[in-house]
């Protein structure tokens, strides 16, 4: 592992219209601790330098206009993996773009910091919502094939701490039969869902382009005026992200 450097073609920061209107950013923090999932090298961008980071999130983070007075805070990993300035940061923008909503990541092992989370910006008067990458509710094939890293088959308790989640789509062995069921759990369990579809990494997972042409055909019309769902058919389709291989 190593922090890549390809930070001028990183774009970082973008305004999301349709559904949900908020603005977004993509902050570096010091890297997804996971790091399992076999079909991710996400989380290449990352710096354990947290002096970099900061100076490089605070100037992404100067881009927030308030517009929707709602924004989502992505980096590759969960939000405890941005260093304290930048969290900090976030709340002094939070209060002077009067922002109400904030949305963050975070991966279910780190699920113990989302209270103290939720309490902080609570205390600025901004509400918290979490998103959690499920990728799939087949917890067999979640576990064994991606390597997510839930240890619970009950959707139930994958969405106790969370608001939304997201669920990867476009994979070998995914059927229009899987996809729509992983949906459907997801609406059932969460506020909203966004459905990234799979893009070729330097990791062993590749997409499937006739599962993708399926989802396409027969699982994304149902969808995609639900406003409660996002379908990202490319990893930049939110307008952050670039050259990392992002998932
Ligand atoms: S998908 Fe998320 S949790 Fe998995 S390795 Fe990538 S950044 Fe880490």
């Known amino acids: 592992m190593q922090t890549i450097q390809p930070q001028a073609q990183m774009v970082r920061y973008s305004i999301i219209t349709q559904k949900n209107p908020r ?3 993509l902050l570096r923090g010091s890297g997804c601790k996971w790091r399992r999932c076999r079909f991710c090298d996400y989380h290449l961008d990352y710096s354990k330098d947290e002096a970099a980071n900061f ?6 983070l100067k881009n927030i206009t308030g517009r929707y007075h709602c924004l989502e805070v992505i980096n590759s990993g969960s939000f405890c993996d941005l260093d304290h300035a930048t969290m900090a940061e976030i709340k002094t923008i939070c209060r002077a773009k009067n922002i109400t909503q904030i949305h963050f990541e975070c991966h279910f092992r780190d699920r113990a910091k989302i209270k103290t989370l939720r309490a902080d910006f609570a205390a600025i008067g901004v509400t918290v919502k979490v998103k959690i990458g499920v990728e799939t509710f087949d917890a067999l094939f979640r576990e064994s094939y991606l390597e997510k890293g839930i240890d619970t088959d009950c959707p139930a308790a994958i969405a106790k701490d969370f608001n939304e989640c997201c669920l990867l789509m476009g994979l070998p062995g995914q059927t229009i039969a899987s996809m729509r069921s992983d949906i459907e759990t997801g609406l059932s369990h969460f506020e909203r869902v966004c459905v990234n579809i799979m893009e070729r990494n330097s990791k062993p997972i590749q997409p499937d382009p006739a599962v993708i ?7 994304a019309p149902n969808y995609q005026n639900n406003p409660r769902v996002d379908i990202l058919m490319h990893n930049t389709d939110f307008g952050v992200g670039g050259n990392t291989h992002a998932k």
Do not use: A, R
């Open 55 to 60: 100076m490089l999130n605070q100037q992404v």
């Open 23 to 25: 603005e977004i950013v």
């Open 213 to 219: 042409t399926q989802f396409q055909t027969e699982v």
